[in-house]
Structure formats: structure tokens, C-alpha cells
């Protein structure tokens, strides 16, 4: 999985004021970076996923969860890998997701639930996780 190893995707969403984004497309040179802002599924296309190293995907500003999704899914499809969705914070005020984490699809394992194959009418399904730290 390239160079994801324990690290996690996180991402930042939700309303952000104008002076906000402002801040956010200067980078550390006070160059404007707009292109380092993703307002659609559609605006995805015009990033090359081939060489782009993992702190690259960090600095893109994302207008959506949606959108944030079909980002690191397309940058991990093009690196060998996949993503699933692991946590979410959620406001307290409207219950709407404020931040989202990314993990590889294979990270962790899965949760032990009581049922093993004494107690099973069918077969076990196959291990999908290997417990990969990225």
C-alpha cells in the first residue's frame, strides 16, 4: 500500500467561511494553490494519481464528503489498493458529519461476534482483513 503505513486518511469537511478557504489555497510560500481545491466528482479527473505521494493528497481541500470519497478511492485504485470509511465525527448540535477517516479497505481485523463454526449453519466467510496499520 504504497506509503499509507500508519497513517489514515483524514479529512476535514463541512461549511467553511470565505477568509477560511481563503487561508486554506496559500500554501507555505504564499503561492495561490486553487487548484488544490476539488468542488465535484467531475473535477477529480484533472489530477494525476501516478507519482503522487501520499502528503500531496493531503494538502487538497475538498468541497464534500462526496467528493473527499471518490478522491482517495480513485488515488487508491491507481496505487493498488482500496478504501473503506472508518470513523466520523458528527456535530452535536444536527448530527451532520464534521470529519470523516479513510483506512485501507484490508486494515484491522474483523469483530469478533460470538458466532464460531460450532455454532454456524453456514460456512465462515473468508478473511478479508490482514491487520495492515495504513
Known sequence: MVDLIGE????????VLAEEMDELLVDS?????????????GSIGRVNFVGLS??????????NLDVAYAFYNAFGRVN?????????????????????TFVCSRQGYRIFRGV???????????????GCVA
Do not use: M
Open 116 to 130: 464460531d463454526e460450532t455454532n454456524r449453519k453456514r460456512a465462515l466467510k473468508p478473511k478479508t482483513r490482514c
Open 54 to 63: 501520499v502528503d500531496a493528497t493531503k494538502k487538497y481541500v475538498f468541497s
Open 29 to 41: 510560500d504564499d503561492n495561490d494553490v486553487e487548484d488544490l481545491l476539488l468542488n465535484s466528482i
Open 80 to 100: 493498488g489498493f482500496s478504501i473503506r470509511k472508518f470513523k466520523a465525527g458528527h456535530s452535536e448540535i444536527d448530527k451532520s458529519i464534521l470529519w470523516q
Open 8 to 15: 489514515s486518511l483524514h479529512i476535514q469537511i463541512g461549511n
